[in-house]
């Protein structure tokens, strides 16, 4: 089976940057704790800390000069800013645990997927959600362009990835599901 795919960048959906429109937020059980814990940190360390700091710098006069006061309340809106985004993501979240998949040659959400590409490499990447890749690890986002070529393919099929680089053929050489640790 020969599957093409193009890598022209998907819509962009509101609270979900990158995601095709209408899609969920898929992510694996580690990628949700990442979130999780990210958004538990920011509200019960660094936001209260910093409640404090702005408070004593107010206490302090002059605001207009306050470099204390005014960088506080900055980064006091980044915070709030970064726990609604998490908010969001953690709300639209659908947690799919590939360990617990039944083992099959397709690959879908939460594979591990061992492929040679054209130029005779052998790489192993896993899918996993939009938050948790990292391209130094392997870890392909399932809406990236090598992740929607693979997407719904079988072991032993050959897919076509047309990128800005050219037409490259990549042959599906193992798929496997199992836990993925995505914690840096």
């Known amino acids: 089976m020969r ?6 960048s ?3 959906h509101g609270g979900q940057p990158g995601a095709p429109a209408g899609t969920r ?5 580690a990628g949700f704790r990442k979130l999780k814990e990210e958004a538990l940190h920011l509200l019960d360390k660094e936001r209260p800390e910093l409640v404090k700091v702005i408070q004593w710098a107010a ?9 204390d006061y005014i960088y506080g309340k900055r980064r006091l809106r980044e915070i709030d800013r970064r726990i609604r985004f998490l908010t969001k993501r953690l709300d639209a ?3 799919v645990d590939p360990a617990n998949r039944e083992p099959t040659d397709q690959v879908f959400f939460g594979a591990t997927v061992t492929v040679e590409h054209g130029n005779g490499e052998d790489k192993t990447y896993s899918i996993v959600g939009i938050d948790e890749a990292d391209a130094s690890r392997n870890l392909i986002s399932w809406i990236s362009p090598l992740a929607r070529a693979l997407l719904k393919a079988r072991e032993g099929d050959t897919v076509v990835l047309r990128s800005p680089a050219g037409e490259e053929e990549i042959e599906i050489l193992a798929v496997e599901y199992r836990a993925i640790d995505t914690a840096a």
């Open 25 to 29: 937020n898929y992510v694996t059980p």
């Open 59 to 67: 206490s302090n006069g002059d605001r207009s000069e306050n470099a």
């Open 10 to 12: 998907p819509e962009k």
């Open 93 to 95: 979240a659908v947690v």
């Open 3 to 8: 599957k093409t795919t193009s890598s022209q």
